[in-house]
């Protein structure tokens, strides 16, 4: 079974450029996440989407962060315009959500992350 | 929102020794416990987790047990190998409708060979 994939894997940019990242989650699964992971943290959620839907966007910053879904399945998340703040890994995410039944554990699975140096 | 607090933030230990990684977490309501390894350049990979209907749990070498009262978990690697070395992060979450992962803040764990 085919995992996670993101694209690219590493990616530098000047402050005040736009950068967009790819993910293709799991066949089959409902729920893709988005984490921002600083060195030293551990992942922090910035989107959840389930199918083509937002569930969850509570912690993007909207001003300059937007992730689509729009076919339920590939997504893109996209920086516009980055802060140095902004360096990190971006952790994709995809777990069956709904499909895994009421009270059961939803596991997720990650993508190998793209590493972004905002300079 | 919920609060994870994981502990030590780095750890070292001779192969073949044990190593503990403890965590806190701060809503009652969360009944799921996934532990996570991340190796370097790789996302984080499922290692185990329990729920809190379970005390302990264990899978070979990794165990996890839960402390619900205190709102403790912890993981336990017994004879530690040199591929043990990773980061590894405690999550708490509550299961059902749309399920949110609050993970720690992570333990960088070094096994000398």
């Known amino acids: 079974e085919a995992g996670v994939a993101q694209s690219p894997r590493y990616k530098i940019i000047e402050k005040r450029q736009s950068v967009a990242f790819w993910c293709n989650p799991i066949?089959?699964?409902?729920?893709l996440y988005w984490y921002q992971q600083i060195l030293g943290q551990g992942p922090k959620l910035l989107i959840q989407?389930?199918?083509?839907?937002?569930?969850?966007d509570s912690q993007l910053p909207k001003d300059r962060f937007s992730a689509e879904r729009l076919k339920g399945v590939d997504s893109t998340l996209k920086i516009q315009p980055a802060k140095l703040e902004d360096s990190a890994v971006y952790l994709c995410a995809s777990s069956l959500g709904g499909l895994a039944g009421w009270n059961q554990a939803d596991t997720q699975y990650f993508g190998p992350g793209t590493r972004l140096t905002v300079l | 929102g919920e609060n994870v607090e994981q502990h030590p933030s780095t750890l070292s230990v001779q192969e073949g020794d044990s190593a503990v990684i403890k965590c806190t977490y701060s809503?009652?309501?969360?009944?799921?416990f996934p532990w996570y390894k991340q190796e370097l350049g790789k996302g984080p990979q499922l290692i185990i987790d329990i729920r809190s209907n379970v005390g302990e749990k264990k899978d070979q070498r990794i165990a996890v047990t839960l402390n619900k009262t205190a709102k403790h978990f912890s993981l336990h690697i017994t004879e530690t190998q040199p591929e043990d070395s990773a980061v590894y992060f405690c999550a708490a979450s509550i299961t059902g409708g749309y399920q949110k992962v609050t993970f720690g803040t992570g333990t960088k764990l070094q096994v000398i060979p």
């Open positions: 809503d009652s309501a969360s009944n799921y």
């Open positions: 989407f389930q199918n083509n839907g937002v569930v969850d």
């Open positions: 066949s089959g699964h409902a729920t």
